[in-house]
């Protein structure tokens, strides 16, 4: 009897998951412009990103490569988190040598891969480049409009 009764649980539950209407989905083109604008602008030669909340994988972009392509990510962890980019308190962050970052945040359920290959680490290109994205994440996120 109680096979049974988890197994019916299990059936409704799937029903249910599978008959509701899911959450409209925001757009990330502002997402889009920012790691266009970087590349057009030169201020980085190309750039691969993704983002994903608690409900998954909610972008994926790449301007000036392919979104399969392979980067060198040596470690070089520098404080790049700050609360009024929009991340919460609690955020771990790392960045790497060639301009490679990423943020998970758990307080906002939100985290970051951005990846790019050029040195300096933290030039002005790929300074702006972070904060812009990281500004176009946390505005996505909120639902704001850019």
Known sequence: MHAMTNRIG?????????????????????LDDVLRAAVEQR?????????AT?????????????????FSIA??????TSVEKGRGAGTL???????????????????AVLMTQLLPFLDDGSKALVDDFDRAVYA???????
Not at 43 to 51: K, S
Not at 55 to 69: L, M, N, S
Not at 93 to 111: L, P
């Open 10 to 30: 299990f059936l409704v539950a799937m029903l249910a998951t599978a008959c509701a209407p899911s959450p409209a989905k925001r757009s990330t083109a502002p």
């Open 54 to 70: 608690a409900e998954g994988v909610a972008y994926q972009g790449a301007f000036g490569v392919g979104k399969d392509g392979i």
């Open 75 to 80: 470690s070089m962890t520098k404080p790049v």
């Open 93 to 111: 962050s790392w960045a790497g040598i060639f301009n490679t970052f990423f943020w998970i945040d758990r307080d906002k359920k939100v985290c």
């Open 140 to 146: 996505w996120r909120d639902g704001e409009a850019r």
């Open 43 to 51: 201020r980085v030669p190309a750039v691969v990103a993704m983002v």
